[in-house]
């Protein structure tokens, strides 16, 4: 099997021992899960039931709801053992306080659990971590599987769990392959970026072992709502400005969203678009969510995204894929004002860069 890192035995072994005993297993993700999230919570929940008899031990912890762009992947069991934070405060709390094990997927701190963080941090319960994001906060967890030369959280979490002495010499269970594709599908953009030698091999494993590559394509992309594209023609036309330096930028505000009918996932990939205009370095999809502007930044080769976005946006990510906030408040009220901030910043950037 595909193994471009090294996953230490004793860490798996020491793993699989902590969900052999727990009574109740939580598997958390960050708040407003991606493909990605979405994947390896429902891969692992499913392995840790089919070879380590965890069935009815396992609950996954959303802080918010699936994007449905992904509901495909959840059975009617799944969905039934999914608790919603933003929807059902009260069960997530009593899960939570029985707890004997928490597995916290792509994310790289607590405060990225949203309104469950204080409930994790009043636990006692082990915790671990398995991600592929920079800045990892170690001390927040007893066990960390961190790696950031991968794809996605999906492709570690799959050499994790080959890592299992409960998987030697099997295939990983019949539910595994579908979400662990799902979610190196997408974290990639459609293999567009962040793509290793390891991941190409990771997916080949994955397609031996049943995955559906059409049908996750089909579900991901040709399933989108018709209010998404008029969305998309409208930003494209109004929206979109390019300057002369080379960067793309797309401003949604909440008013357009609610005017569309957007809904939570539905502009996911927006900020890919204009990249394949031949003069854009950089591209930026900016969103109103309350009272800040979620960051989207996508980059050509040779342009940092990460770097953008940690300097000016308080952010980070990948290289070529990142993402950050700004806070509406003083000199920034407007979205015209919230423009003119992101025009300086990226000349600024540019400019340093060169």
């Given at each position: 099997?595909?193994?471009?890192?090294?996953?230490?035995?004793?860490?798996?072994?020491?793993?699989?021992?902590?969900?052999?005993?727990?009574?109740?297993?939580?598997?958390?993700?960050?708040?407003?899960?991606?493909?990605?999230?979405?994947?390896?919570?429902?891969?692992?929940?499913?392995?840790?039931?089919?070879?380590?008899?965890?069935?009815?031990?396992?609950?996954?912890?959303?802080?918010?709801?699936?994007?449905?762009?992904?509901?495909?992947?959840?059975s009617p069991a799944d969905c039934r053992e999914t608790l919603v934070f933003e929807?059902?405060?009260?069960?997530?709390?009593?899960?939570?306080?029985?707890?004997?094990?928490?597995?916290?997927?792509?994310?790289?701190?607590?405060?990225?659990?949203?309104?469950?963080?204080?409930?994790?941090?009043?636990?006692?319960?082990?915790?671990?971590?398995?991600?592929?994001?920079?800045?990892?906060?170690?001390?927040?967890?007893?066990?960390?599987?961190?790696?950031?030369?991968?794809?996605?959280?999906?492709?570690?979490?799959?050499?994790?769990?080959?890592?299992?002495?409960?998987?030697?010499?099997?295939?990983?269970?019949?539910?595994?392959?579908?979400?662990?594709?799902?979610?190196?599908?997408?974290?990639?953009?459609?293999?567009?970026?962040?793509?290793?030698?390891?991941?190409?091999?990771?997916?080949?494993?994955?397609?031996?072992?049943?995955?559906?590559?059409?049908?996750?394509?089909?579900?991901?992309?040709?399933?989108?709502?018709?209010?998404?594209?008029?969305?998309?023609?409208?930003?494209?036309?109004?929206?979109?400005?390019?300057?002369?330096?080379?960067?793309?930028?797309?401003?949604?505000?909440?008013?357009?969203?609610?005017?569309?009918?957007?809904?939570?996932?539905?502009?996911?990939?927006?900020?890919?678009?204009?990249?394949?205009?031949?003069?854009?370095?950089?591209?930026?999809?900016?969103?109103?969510?309350?009272?800040?502007?979620?960051?989207?930044?996508?980059?050509?080769?040779?342009?940092?995204?990460?770097?953008?976005?940690?300097?000016?946006?308080?952010?980070?990510?990948?290289?070529?894929?990142?993402?950050?906030?700004?806070?509406?408040?003083?000199?920034?009220?407007?979205?015209?004002?919230?423009?003119?901030?992101?025009?300086?910043?990226?000349?600024?950037?540019?400019?340093?860069?060169?």
């Amino acid at each position: 099997m595909p193994k471009p890192f090294s996953i230490p035995g004793p860490d798996a072994a020491a793993f699989e021992n902590l969900a052999l005993r727990a009574d109740r297993i939580g598997i958390v993700t960050h708040t407003r899960p991606d493909g990605d999230a979405i994947g390896s919570c429902l891969a692992l929940k499913r392995y840790l039931e089919a070879r380590l008899g965890a069935s009815g031990k396992c609950r996954i912890l959303l802080d918010t709801d699936a994007p449905d762009a992904v509901r495909f992947l959840f059975s009617p069991a799944d969905c039934r053992e999914t608790l919603v934070f933003e929807r059902d405060a009260a069960a997530v709390r009593e899960w939570t306080a029985g707890c004997g094990l928490f597995v916290f997927l792509d994310l790289n701190n607590l405060s990225r659990t949203g309104g469950m963080e204080d409930l994790f941090r009043a636990s006692g319960a082990p915790r671990i971590l398995v991600d592929h994001h920079l800045h990892p906060e170690r001390s927040e967890f007893g066990l960390a599987f961190s790696e950031t030369e991968v794809s996605s959280t999906c492709e570690l979490l799959y050499h994790i769990l080959r890592t299992f002495p409960s998987c030697a010499g099997k295939d990983l269970p019949e539910g595994c392959p579908e979400p662990l594709l799902t979610g190196i599908t997408t974290d990639t953009n459609n293999f567009a970026n962040s793509v290793f030698e390891g991941t190409l091999e990771t997916v080949a494993a994955l397609l031996q072992a049943g995955a559906d590559r059409d049908r996750i394509l089909e579900h991901i992309y040709n399933e989108y709502p018709e209010r998404r594209i008029r969305l998309m023609g409208h930003l494209l036309d109004r929206e979109l400005t390019i300057s002369d330096k080379g960067v793309a930028c797309m401003i949604l505000d909440g008013e357009t969203a609610r005017a569309y009918g957007i809904r939570e996932g539905e502009t996911e990939g927006f900020v890919n678009i204009p990249l394949s205009i031949d003069r854009v370095r950089l591209s930026l999809f900016l969103k109103q969510s309350g009272d800040e502007y979620r960051v989207s930044i996508r980059s050509k080769r040779g342009w940092s995204a990460r770097n953008l976005a940690a300097r000016y946006f308080s952010g980070g990510g990948h290289e070529q894929a990142s993402g950050g906030r700004i806070p509406l408040g003083g000199d920034l009220q407007t979205k015209d004002d919230v423009a003119a901030f992101v025009a300086r910043c990226t000349d600024e950037f540019l400019k340093d860069e060169a």
